[in-house]
Every structure is written in C-alpha cells, then in structure tokens.
C-alpha cells in the first residue's frame, strides 16, 4: 500500500465546475505538497502546506493533520486546468513520498 | 530567469548502451534532486545532492546507477548498461536551501528514457 493515496485516479468534468481531488498519507509529515504535471510532462509546485489552507487564484488547497488529508480544489474550472495533479507528503526531511496523480480532464 | 533544465528532453538507447541524463539548478540553487516516473506509478525518490557531494542515494539502484553534482557544470545521472525496464520519465529538481520537507522544489520538464 502506497503511503501517499489520491482519489479519484481519473477525474472528468464540464467546464465550469468544482472540482475536488483529495489525498490521504499514512505517514506524519512536516508538510504537503500539491503539483501539477501537464501533457509533455512538465511538473509545477502549486502549493507547499503544514496546515490550514492556502488560495492562489482559482485554486484552494486544504490540510487535515489530525486526519492526515489534503483537498485540492479548483473553483470554476477550465480546459487549461486539463492536467495530472499530484500530492507528495514531506516527512522530517528532504524526501517527498508521491501519490500516483489524478488525471483530470475538463472539457469545454 | 531560466528554470531548472534538463538534456535531453527524450534519450532512446539501445540494452547495454549509457544514459547521461544532464540536470543544471535554478541560477543560485545549490540542492538538487533526480526523481524516476515509471509509467503508471508515482515519481520515486533517487538521490539528492549538493555540490561535490552525495547526500542521500537511498533510492538509487544498488547497480549501474550513479550521480554526481560536481563544483562547475551540470549535475548528472548516469545508468550504465541499460536494461528495458530503465524506460522511465526521469526529472531533477532543484531547491534554494538546504534540504527540508518545507522547501520548495522547482523542477525540469524530465527526460523521457526509452530502452529498445
């Protein structure tokens, strides 16, 4: 079992609407990271969290330490958001333990 | 500003042949990570290093595989003798201080090995 779990693996949805991708990690961490990977590979920090939660533009990401959960949301969606996103969970040092990524699909 | 970047974007050889797979830092960065993506799985750890030195290797493969950060130049991971199963999307990622959870990792576009 991965020590990093996302859900959904595959997300597809309508231009417009709310989207949530949510990540579950079994191990304690000093922090969570959300990334986005787009076709052709490229990878993007959006988001390094240790609690609460963080706003940057249309994107909202979320921390639950005590029960170990992460969401990221992204409020009226696009088809540029098209991507696979990716939580790592960042225990005492360096080394980032990945989830497998949600492949999200927006369409127009 | 160039990013971090990696060469090349996509390497093929052949079993048996070496990869050279080249990462140079964000401009002041001096904390550099090489991750691996095997298709269908998570990226995985691999080794992270400072200049003129190996800090961690714990996720290399105990064979064939080596890396180095030297003084001047790019850092650069190395597979020797190649096998099928090297195929991979391999990204380097770079950091500005000193390896933390906290830190933020800013990474290259990756280098899409393809072994024949």
């Known amino acids: 079992k991965n020590e990093v779990e996302q859900s959904p693996q595959n997300l597809t949805a309508q231009e417009g609407e709310f989207i949530t991708i949510n990540c579950s990690y079994s191990v304690g961490i000093s922090a969570l990271h959300w990334l986005q990977q787009h076709p052709g590979g490229g990878i993007v920090s959006l988001f390094m969290?240790?609690?609460g939660k963080k706003k940057h533009g249309r994107l909202i990401a979320t921390i639950n330490i005590q029960e170990k959960h992460s969401s990221l949301h992204i409020t009226a969606s696009h088809p540029r958001d098209s991507a696979v996103y990716i939580c790592?969970?960042?225990?005492?040092?360096?080394?980032?333990?990945f989830g497998k990524g949600t492949l999200l699909t927006v369409n127009p | 500003n160039a990013g971090v970047m990696q060469n090349p974007r996509h390497l093929v050889r052949r079993r048996g042949q070496e990869a050279r797979l080249r990462c140079s830092p964000m401009k002041g960065h001096s904390h550099v990570y090489w991750y691996r993506q095997l298709p269908e799985e998570g990226l995985k750890f691999m080794v992270y290093l400072q200049k003129e030195n190996i800090i961690d290797e714990s996720g290399m493969p105990k064979e064939r595989f080596s890396a180095e950060f030297p003084k001047e130049g790019p850092s650069i991971l190395r597979i020797q003798q190649v096998v099928r199963g090297d195929s991979a999307a391999y990204f380097c990622?770079?950091?500005?201080?000193?390896?933390?959870?906290?830190?933020?990792?800013?990474f290259g576009p990756g280098t899409r090995l393809t072994v024949l």
């Open positions: 969290l240790s609690s």
């Open positions: 990622a770079s950091s500005l201080t000193s390896g933390r959870a906290t830190d933020t990792q800013y």
């Open positions: 790592a969970a960042g225990g005492s040092n360096y080394k980032l333990t």
